[in-house]
């Protein structure tokens, strides 16, 4: 089992990457602190071809040098936008009839295990801020809420361990064969 060099792997160059057929899944990060968590989100939606990035309330924008040493060149390749409000987002989103669902631990959350979702459908997932989480009024405006089940002591995920959980759940059922 020989390791593979970078130029065996075959990946997109950033014009292919563009015009990629992308994951009808966007991505909205809700007053994200964490330059370096940024970066790795925008780094995880490359790897699953993700549609969009919103950068919201706090989430500071590229260029960055802290966001560009997580995301390693993903911020020329994902398509992002910063908005000041993250609900203005989530109408728009659903306006559009995106499916908007906020990562969160809440009553009668779904366990993302559980999630059903269907090719024709396009979907946003919502990230929140490390300490408290995403914001109540996005929680109670979104079309569902799913929580990642967790074992052990501690009671939460990095946000962007959990985007990349979340996002590679969605990548995986929305490319069934």
Not at 71 to 87: F, I, K
Not at 131 to 150: M, N
């Amino acid at each position: 089992m020989r390791k593979l060099a970078n130029s065996e792997l075959e990946r997109l160059d950033i014009e292919s990457f563009k015009k990629a057929k992308k994951t009808p899944v966007t991505v909205v990060l809700d007053n994200i602190r964490s330059l370096n968590n940024i970066g790795s989100v925008f780094r995880t939606a490359d790897a699953f071809l993700i549609s969009k990035i919103y950068l919201c309330g706090i989430t500071a924008k590229p260029p960055h040098k802290d966001i560009q040493k997580t995301a390693l060149g993903a911020t020329d390749s994902v398509t992002w936008e910063y908005r000041e409000n993250t609900m203005d987002v989530v109408k728009e989103l659903q306006i559009g009839g995106v499916k908007v669902f906020s990562v969160e631990q809440v009553e009668n959350a779904m366990m993302l295990h559980d999630v059903q979702v269907a090719s024709h459908d396009t979907y946003a997932v919502v990230f929140g801020n490390e300490v408290k989480g995403v914001s109540q009024e996005v929680v109670s405006a979104s079309d569902g809420v799913i929580e990642i089940p967790q074992f052990g002591t501690k009671h939460s995920l990095n946000i962007s361990v959990s985007a990349g959980v979340v996002l590679w759940d969605f990548w995986s059922k929305l490319h069934r064969k």
